[in-house]
C-alpha cells in the first residue's frame, strides 16, 4: 500500500541526508520525495510517498520522530488533500502526430514549453492520476525523456499542519 | 562572560556539563584542543593507545556511574577508530558525547590530509551529530549534545570540530536551557494506560517480570524490586539488566534467552502476562518472535516510542520513564499471590539448574571464584562470546552498574578499556574483565595506559586457544568442521607479555592453582594484571537455543 506523508524538519544543513539514510538503512521503500523550504524560514518540508504496510508507516513515523531536526509527521491516509506534482514530458511530435499531440495536450490543460523539428516538450501539473494518464497517452507516440517532482500535499481547508 | 578561543571553550562547556575525565589520543586537527588541556587543571585527560579504547572506556565510565562518557580523536583514522565504540554506545543506549577534531572548514571536502567525512559515517550510528563551522555556535551544540545523548533513550552523539574553528575567538557565554521542538522526550507513562496495565497485572495467574537496560538508565531498581514484591512475581533481567534485580532474590530467574537459564525460558514461555521493563525484546531474548511466550500478553515499558510494537505487538503499550511508570502502577495495585506458580517455577529451577561436569580446568568454576573472592561485588566487564555467556552466568550480581557488556553489537575488544573506564571512575573498586583469547588481543595495547595511570583492573582470560563461540556454533552446527577458529599458533605467552608493559602477569594451568592466582591478583594495587588460564579447549556454553529456534526448546546439554 502507498502512504504519502508530510515531514515537518528544521531547516538545517543534513537533514535529508539523516532522513533519507533512515529510511535506507530501515528498509523503508521511498517511491517520491519532494522537499523546500516554507513560510516559516527555519522550517522546511519534506513530502514523502512510502510503499508499505500499515506497520511499516507507523515504524517510520516513530523512527522519524527520534531525530532531532523532525518536528512533525503527519500521515496523509484517509485526510482530504489537495495533491500535486508536475512534469515535463518531452514527446516525439513528427508533423502529422503534432496536431493530435496538442489535442491531448490542452484537454489535460498542460503547456507546450518547447518546441523542436521533432519534439514537443509538455508540462502538466496535476494530481499522480492525471500526470500518469497523460503520460500513458503520450506514450504511443514515443517518450523521449521525462521528469517529475514527486508529489506535494497540503490538507484541505482551514486545517493547518 | 568571556573572550576564549574555541578550544578552551570547549573544556569550558565540559565543565559547565559536569565532565571530570575525558578519554582520548591526539592528533593534527586536536593541535588546538591538546594546547588547552595543557593548562588544564580541573578535567582529567586520560591518554589511551587506541581510539577505539578511548570510546569503549567513556563508555565504561558512562556504564558504572551514570554520567555521559566523552572521549576525543583527531580527524580522519582518529575519528574512524571511534566508529566501533560509537556503534557499542549506540546499540546499547549508553550516553556518550564523543568529539572529533576535523580540517579546517576551507579543506573540507577536498579529500585533503587526514579527512573524513565522520558526521557521515556516524549518521546511522549516533542520535545526532554536529559539524561545527562557527565558534560562535560551540557553547549550543555542547548543551544541546549533552542534552540529547543523556536524556530519553540515551545515546551517543558526536560533535565534529574543524582545527580553524577550535582556534577562533568566541565571547563565551553557556546557554541556561535547551529547546528542541524536534526532541522532546516522554517521562510519564499515560495514566489511561497504567490503569489498563494494572488490571491486567492484577488478573494475572502466571506473571513474568523481563527487566532490562531502560531499568538501570532510569535508575529504578528499588523500584523494580518493591514492583516485584508487591505483586509476587518472578523477575528475568537481560544481560543488558544484569544487576538491576537482586540474583540473589528467591524471585530471581537470571537471564533469558539464547544462553539464558532453562527456567527463566520456561517461565516465559508458560506465562499469561509478561511485563516488559526497558528491554526492547532483542532476537538473543526471544529466540523465534513466532513462538516466543505463546500464551502471554504484553505489558511493554519503554522510554521509546518506536521499541513498543517493534519486535512483540503489546496488549498494553506505556511510553514513559520506567522509575515513574512502576511508581504509577505501584499505586493502583494490591499485595498478589502467585504461590503456585512460584511453586513451579521453583520446580523448574531444581530440575533445570545451570551446571557444568566434567574434569580438568572449568572457566564455569573460574567465574564462580572470581563472585567468591570479590564477594558478588566487583564491576565485572565482559569482553564477547562464551567468556561473556560464562561470566553472566556465573557472577549473579545484586547491584545495577557491576556488569558492563556489549550486548547490542557484542564487540569484542570491549571489556579491557571499558574496565580501565571504570576503575577511572571509582579508583578504590575492584574491577575484573572477564575475557577470552581472542578478544583480550583486541585492546592489549591499553595495558600500557593501566599502568601509565596506575589502574589495577584485574584479567581473567579463560583462554582455550580458540575464537570459541565460533567453534562451538561450528561444532554444533557445521559437522564439526573448525574454520578459522584456532589460534593456538602465535598464541602470546600472556605472562611476559603483561610484564613486558610493566603489568602483573600470572598463568594457570590447573584447578588447585586458582584460588592461590586469584588471591595474587587482588593483591596488586597499583598496575594491572592479567591471568592466563587455560581451559578446556572444547568446554561449551550451556544451556543454548539454536539461532532461529524457540525458548523452550533448548539444548541443555
Known amino acids: 500500500m502507498r502512504h504519502t506523508i508530510s515531514v515537518l524538519v528544521e531547516n538545517q544543513p543534513g537533514v535529508l541526508a539523516r532522513c533519507a539514510g533512515l529510511f535506507a538503512r530501515r528498509g523503508f521503500n521511498i517511491e517520491s520525495l519532494a522537499v523546500s523550504t516554507t513560510e516559516a524560514p527555519q522550517t522546511s518540508r519534506m513530502t514523502i510517498v512510502v510503499e508499505g504496510p500499515e506497520w511499516v508507516l507507523e515504524q517510520i513515523s516513530k523512527q522519524l520522530y527520534k531525530l532531532r531536526d523532525v518536528i512533525k509527521v503527519l500521515d496523509h491516509t484517509g485526510d482530504p488533500v489537495v495533491s500535486r506534482e508536475l512534469a515535463l514530458i518531452k514527446v516525439k511530435a513528427h508533423p502529422d502526430a503534432r496536431n493530435e499531440i496538442m489535442q491531448v495536450a490542452a484537454i489535460f490543460r498542460s503547456n507546450i514549453v518547447d518546441v523542436a523539428a521533432d519534439t514537443l516538450i509538455i508540462e502538466a501539473t496535476g494530481n499522480e492520476e492525471k500526470i500518469s494518464a497523460l503520460e500513458n497517452l503520450l506514450a504511443k507516440h514515443g517518450i523521449v525523456e521525462m521528469v517529475r517532482t514527486g508529489k506535494v500535499v497540503l490538507v484541505r481547508g482551514a486545517k493547518q499542519t | ?557
Not at chain 2, 14 to 33: C, D, N, S, T
Not at chain 2, 269 to 285: Q, T
Not at chain 2, 500 to 524: C, D, F, N, S, T
Request: glycine letters at 10%; a negative charge; hydrophobic letters at 45%.
Open chain 2, 1 to 557: 562572560m568571556m573572550r576564549m578561543t574555541g578550544a578552551q571553550a570547549l573544556l569550558e562547556g565540559f565543565k559547565r556539563e559536569g565532565v571530570e575525565v575525558i578519554f582520548g589520543y591526539p592528533g593534527g586537527a586536536l593541535l588546538p584542543i591538546s594546547d588547552a588541556l595543557y593548562h588544564e587543571q580541573e578535567i582529567r585527560h586520560i591518554l589511551v593507545r587506541h581510539e577505539q579504547a578511548a570510546a569503549h572506556a567513556a563508555d565504561g565510565y558512562a556504564r558504572a556511574t551514570g554520567k555521559v562518557g566523552v572521549c576525543l580523536a583527531t580527524s580522519g583514522p582518529g575519528a574512524t577508530n571511534l566508529v566501533t565504540g560509537i556503534a557499542t554506545a549506540y546499540m546499547d543506549s549508553i550516553p556518550l558525547v564523543a568529539v572529533t577534531g576535523q580540517v579546517v572548514t576551507a579543506a573540507i571536502g577536498r579529500d585533503s590530509f587526514q579527512e573524513a567525512d565522520i558526521t557521515g559515517i556516524t549518521m546511522p550510528i549516533t542520535k545526532h551529530n554536529y559539524l561545527v563551522k562557527d565558534v560562535r555556535e560551540l557553547p549550543r551544540v555542547i548543551k544541546e549534545a549533552f542534552y540529547i545523548a543523556s536524556t530519553g533513550r540515551r545515546g551517543p552523539v558526536l560533535i565534529d570540530l574543524p582545527r580553524d574553528v577550535a582556534q577562533a575567538e568566541l565571547d563565551f557565554e553557556y546557554p541556561d536551557k535547551v529547546e528542541l521542538r524536534g526532541y522532546q522526550p516522554q517521562a510519564k507513562g499515560h495514566p489511561l494506560q497504567v490503569k489498563k496495565a494494572a488490571a491486567l497485572i492484577a488478573g494475572a495467574e502466571r506473571p513474568v517480570i523481563i527487566a532490562g537496560g531502560g531499568v538501570v538508565a532510569s535508575e529504578a531498581a528499588d523500584e523494580l524490586a518493591k514492583f516485584a514484591e508487591l505483586i509476587n512475581t518472578p523477575v528475568t533481567a537481560t544481560l543488558m539488566g544484569k544487576g538491576v534485580f537482586p540474583e540473589r532474590n528467591g524471585l530471581s530467574l537470571g537471564m533469558p534467552g539464547m544462553h539464558g537459564t532453562a527456567y527463566s525460558n520456561y517461565a516465559l514461555n508458560g506465562a499469561d502476562v509478561i511485563i516488559a521493563a526497558g528491554m526492547r525484546f532483542d532476537d538473543r531474548v526471544t529466540g523465534k518472535l513466532e513462538t516466543f511466550a505463546p500464551n502471554a500478553k504484553f505489558i511493554h515499558i519503554d522510554i521509546d516510542p518506536a521499541e513498543i510494537g517493534k519486535s512483540v505487538p503489546p496488549a498494553v503499550p506505556i511510553v514513559g520513564d520506567v522509575k515513574l511508570v512502576l511508581q504509577a502502577l505501584m499505586k493502583r495495585l494490591d499485595q498478589q499471590d502467585h504461590s503456585p506458580w512460584l511453586a513451579q517455577i521453583q520446580e523448574w529451577k531444581e530440575r533445570y539448574p545451570l551446571s557444568y561436569k566434567g574434569d580438568g580446568l572449568k572457566p564455569q568454576m573460574i567465574v564462580e571464584e572470581i563472585h567468591k573472592i570479590t564477594g558478588g561485588d566487583a564491576i565485572i566487564t565482559t569482553e564477547v562470546g562464551q567468556n561473556q555467556m560464562w561470566a553472566a552466568q556465573f557472577y549473579p550480581c545484586q547491584r545495577p552498574r557491576r556488569f558492563l557488556s556489549s550486548g547490542g553489537l557484542g564487540t569484542m575488544g570491549y571489556g579491557f578499556p571499558a574496565a580501565i573506564g571504570a576503575q577511572v571512575a571509582f579508583p578504590d573498586a575492584v574491577v575484573w574483565d572477564i575475557a577470552g583469547d581472542g578478544s583480550i588481543q583486541m585492546n592489549i595495547q591499553e595495558l600500557a595506559t593501566a599502568v601509565a595511570n596506575k589502574l589495577a583492573v584485574k584479567v581473567a582470560i579463560l583462554n582455550n586457544c580458540y575464537l570459541g563461540m565460533v567453534r562451538q556454533w561450528q561444532e554444533l552446527f557445521f559437522g564439526g568442521r573448525y574454520s578459522c577458529v584456532d589460534v593456538s599458533c602465535g598464541m602470546p605467552n600472556f605472562v611476559t607479555l603483561a610484564e613486558a608493559y610493566g603489568a602483573v602477569g600470572i598463568r594457570v594451568e590447573q584447578e588447585q592453582e586458582v584460588r592461590p592466582a586469584l588471591r595474587k591478583a587482588m593483591r596488586v594495587r597499583d598496575r594491572p594484571c592479567l591471568i592466563d588460564f587455560r581451559i578446556n579447549r572444547e568446554e561449551n556454553v550451556m544451556p543454548m537455543v539454536p539461532a532461529g529456534g524457540s525458548i523452550d526448546q533448548m539444548m541443555i546439554d
